[in-house]
């Protein structure tokens, strides 16, 4: 069959060629490719970098799409077992959700992943002690922010505040319905900017996209904001570092609790529960999602593209 196919580990450029057929094994199914996103983690896994990354190759890269069942039924799918994965004609799977009949299958592709990722925190934290007040993003000027501002919202939060860099992205995510904070220079995240924000009231919720340094200022301003306010504190994402110190102060001046959103954490039923509404609300326009779409034969433009729209390769 054909397929994108990455080589060897290190960042290799995904090549459109022939690969062997999947097995199918117990409790899967032969599914034909609709269409699948190129998300960071698709990145980070081809490349071998990703905790979750097998180290074998040659591989085809991708972990989730939008594929069409042997009967003609339009699915979100995923869980295929390494050396394949979803940048393929064909791919065997376990799970297959059936999508509305309003889906528009580039949008799945491209928003489920970096939605899923800010939705499972975000309503864990309403079904566990209601809608958050105000909800701290931290990288939200990333596809998966923009999507975290939108989910944020669509759950009836009343105060968001986001805090990223770039004049414009910054404007486009104010746009959206979100305070912001501008991260100086590169990486550099001002505590006391955060903190400002802040005010005297300790966020409910923040969902850190960057960790690292972000994090350890975003700690900073936490230590700092009077009173003694619950806090939940969740890393996603680890762009600005994979290490980040905790003061010992924040965790003994408030109720703090710090958790990850991950694959690896998540209950899988409940999981699945969330990802069936979540498509819903992209169907629905509720969601809106950036995607450009490139056919699977154009793999290695669509990897190499500027930054902009979450790029989705279509069969075809």
Do not use: C
């Not at 209601?130 to 993003?137: C, E, F, L, Q, Y």
């Not at 954490?265 to 509720?286: E, P, T, W």
Request: charged share 15%; no cysteine; hydrophobic share 45%.
């Amino acid at each position: 069959m054909k397929a994108a196919v990455v080589t060897t580990a290190g960042g290799a450029v995904p090549e459109y060629g022939d690969f062997r057929d999947p097995e199918v094994g117990q409790g899967r199914q032969i599914v034909e490719l609709v269409a699948t996103a190129i998300h960071p983690i698709v990145r980070a896994k081809a490349s071998g970098e990703h905790y979750s990354s097998t180290g074998e190759f040659p591989l085809v890269p991708g972990v989730d799409a939008v594929a069409r069942t042997a009967d003609g039924t339009l699915v979100y799918t995923g869980d295929v077992e390494e050396p394949w994965g979803t940048f393929a004609e064909r791919m065997a799977v376990s799970m297959a959700l059936p999508l509305p009949d309003s889906a528009d299958p580039v949008a799945i592709a491209a928003g489920v992943n970096p939605g899923m990722s800010s939705w499972m925190p975000l309503t864990t934290h309403v079904d566990e002690h209601g809608t958050p007040d105000t909800v701290v993003i931290i990288g939200v000027t990333g596809a998966a922010g923009g999507l975290a501002v939108q989910n944020a919202q669509a759950l009836g939060v009343r105060r968001i505040i986001g805090v990223g860099r770039g004049a414009d992205d910054l404007k486009r995510v104010a746009g959206l319905g979100a305070e912001t904070v501008e991260i100086v220079g590169n990486r550099n995240v001002d505590a006391a900017a955060i903190g400002a924000a802040l005010g005297d009231k300790a966020p409910d919720l923040v969902l850190d996209f960057l960790w690292g340094s972000a994090a350890e200022a975003a700690f900073q301003a936490l230590a700092d904001v009077p009173g003694a306010g619950a806090t939940s504190y969740v890393e996603i994402g680890g762009a600005a570092g994979e290490q980040a110190a905790v003061p010992a102060s924040l965790l003994r001046s408030r109720p703090f609790h710090l958790s990850g959103s991950g694959i690896g954490s998540f209950d899988m039923q409940r999981y699945i529960v969330q990802i069936i509404a979540y498509v819903q609300l992209i169907a629905d326009g509720k969601i809106e999602v950036d995607a450009q779409a490139y056919p699977l034969s154009k793999v290695s433009e669509a990897w190499t593209a500027l930054p902009g729209p979450r790029p989705v390769l279509v069969a075809g």
